[in-house]
């Protein structure tokens, strides 16, 4: 009985040219998506600078070392943005000193020492805190916190008032509507993103460390400071950064918080003042002629590339993590 020759079609396998078209067609929309990101990004930075750049070229101050931000006349703009980055570093930088301590400390219980049917709705409890408005935020600062803080505020002004950050330098406390307050209320406002990334990096720890650590008799304290720490150390930081470049863009509930007296150049948390979000949100109805607007256009570029720099640290971190 003879055989005859297979007369079936050949398979998706013997195809290697259907493959091909199909990798060729997926990186190209995968480039073009990257591609289109960049360019935005660059397009944003590129029509920034040229609106600023008229005004830069007519300013009368300095730029970078000047106080003031007269943008009244026209014809004789005097604006810089000393006070608006001193604000603004200082109410980011301290609400990162409060939040990561928190945001770690409730990773590591999420991870390890909480029991599992409560580590769940605890855990979608913190992330909750990220769907709260800014407007939310920025009226529970100024109407419940700021005024229950300034006891904690007077007392560090008495106790600590020969540093300069908790000098009050002749500004008066009362009200709360302080650097200090708004620290406060960015660092709950960041605590979901710096939880959120440091409990997905402690979960990633291999399970072969922690049980070569536990073999040789370390307490739960000891495994997670000789094991999970050091290996989520890297996501911690990358954390705390996006967390950083989320405090230093935000607007509402600083410009709700804060109050406008305050004293220029003075580097203290219980001076007031603007932000560089909150000055260009304040000042946004008075945007009809080109160069008193292109001023703040300027100071959205400072704060554009403040912001970017901070979150282009926080990948290059987490990519050295993962690299490694």
Same mark, same amino acid.
């Given at each position: 009985?003879?055989?005859?020759?297979?007369?079936?079609?050949?398979?998706?396998?013997?195809?290697?040219?259907?493959?091909?078209?199909?990798?060729?067609?997926?990186?190209?929309?995968?480039?073009?998506?990257?591609?289109?990101?960049?360019?935005?990004?660059?397009?944003?930075?590129?029509?920034?600078?040229?609106?600023?750049?008229?005004?830069?070229?007519?300013?009368?101050?300095?730029?970078?070392?000047?106080?003031?931000?007269?943008?009244?006349?026209?014809?004789?703009?005097?604006?810089?943005?000393?006070?608006?980055?001193?604000?603004?570093?200082?109410?980011?930088?301290?609400?990162?000193?409060?939040?990561?301590?928190?945001?770690?400390?409730?990773?590591?219980?999420?991870?390890?020492?909480?029991?599992?049917?409560?580590?769940?709705?605890?855990?979608?409890?913190?992330?909750?805190?990220?769907?709260?408005?800014?407007?939310?935020?920025?009226?529970?600062?100024?109407?419940?916190?700021?005024?229950?803080?300034?006891? !904690?505020?007077?007392?560090?002004?008495?106790?600590? %008032?020969?540093?300069? *950050? =908790?000098?009050? /330098?002749?500004?008066?406390? +009362?009200?709360?509507?302080?650097?200090?307050?708004?620290?406060?209320?960015?660092?709950?406002?960041?605590?979901?993103?710096?939880?959120?990334?440091?409990?997905?990096?402690?979960?990633?720890?291999?399970?072969?460390?922690?049980?070569?650590?536990?073999?040789?008799?370390?307490?739960?304290?000891?495994?997670?400071?000789?094991?999970?720490?050091?290996?989520?150390?890297?996501?911690?930081?990358?954390?705390?950064?996006?967390?950083?470049?989320?405090?230093?863009?935000?607007?509402?509930?600083?410009? !709700?918080?804060?109050?406008?007296?305050?004293?220029? %150049?003075?580097?203290? *948390? =219980?001076?007031? /003042?603007?932000?560089?979000? +909150?000055?260009?949100?304040?000042?946004?109805?008075?945007?009809?002629?080109?160069?008193?607007?292109?001023?703040?256009?300027?100071?959205?570029?400072?704060?554009?590339?403040?912001?970017?720099?901070?979150?282009?640290?926080?990948?290059?971190?987490?990519?050295?993590?993962?690299?490694?």
């Amino acid at each position: 009985m003879s055989s005859e020759p297979s007369t079936e079609p050949a398979s998706p396998k013997a195809r290697p040219g259907h493959s091909q078209r199909a990798e060729v067609i997926f990186r190209s929309l995968a480039t073009a998506a990257g591609a289109t990101v960049v360019a935005a990004i660059a397009l944003i930075a590129l029509f920034l600078l040229i609106r600023a750049w008229p005004s830069i070229m007519a300013n009368e101050a300095n730029f970078f070392t000047s106080s003031e931000f007269n943008t009244t006349n026209a014809d004789h703009l005097r604006f810089g943005i000393r006070d608006l980055l001193m604000v603004t570093v200082l109410s980011s930088i301290l609400a990162l000193v409060i939040a990561v301590p928190i945001g770690v400390g409730i990773a590591l219980f999420l991870t390890h020492y909480s029991p599992k049917p409560m580590a769940r709705p605890f855990a979608m409890l913190v992330d909750l805190l990220a769907a709260v408005p800014s407007i939310v935020f920025g009226l529970w600062g100024f109407l419940v916190l700021a005024p229950r803080i300034e006891p !904690v505020e007077t007392f560090l002004n008495d106790k600590l %008032g020969w540093f300069f *950050l =908790f000098s009050d /330098g002749n500004v008066s406390i +009362s009200g709360g509507g302080t650097i200090f307050t708004a620290g406060v209320v960015l660092a709950v406002m960041i605590l979901p993103i710096i939880t959120s990334v440091s409990r997905e990096v402690f979960n990633l720890t291999p399970v072969s460390h922690i049980e070569a650590a536990q073999a040789l008799g370390a307490t739960k304290w000891e495994m997670v400071r000789m094991t999970v720490l050091p290996y989520g150390r890297s996501g911690v930081i990358a954390g705390s950064m996006l967390g950083l470049g989320r405090a230093l863009g935000e607007t509402i509930a600083v410009l !709700v918080i804060l109050r406008t007296s305050a004293q220029a %150049g003075h580097w203290s *948390l =219980f001076d007031g /003042g603007y932000t560089f979000a +909150s000055k260009i949100a304040a000042a946004a109805s008075e945007f009809s002629q080109p160069l008193p607007t292109g001023a703040y256009i300027a100071a959205g570029f400072v704060l554009f590339a403040l912001t970017f720099i901070v979150n282009a640290l926080a990948r290059l971190v987490s990519g050295g993590r993962v690299n490694g």
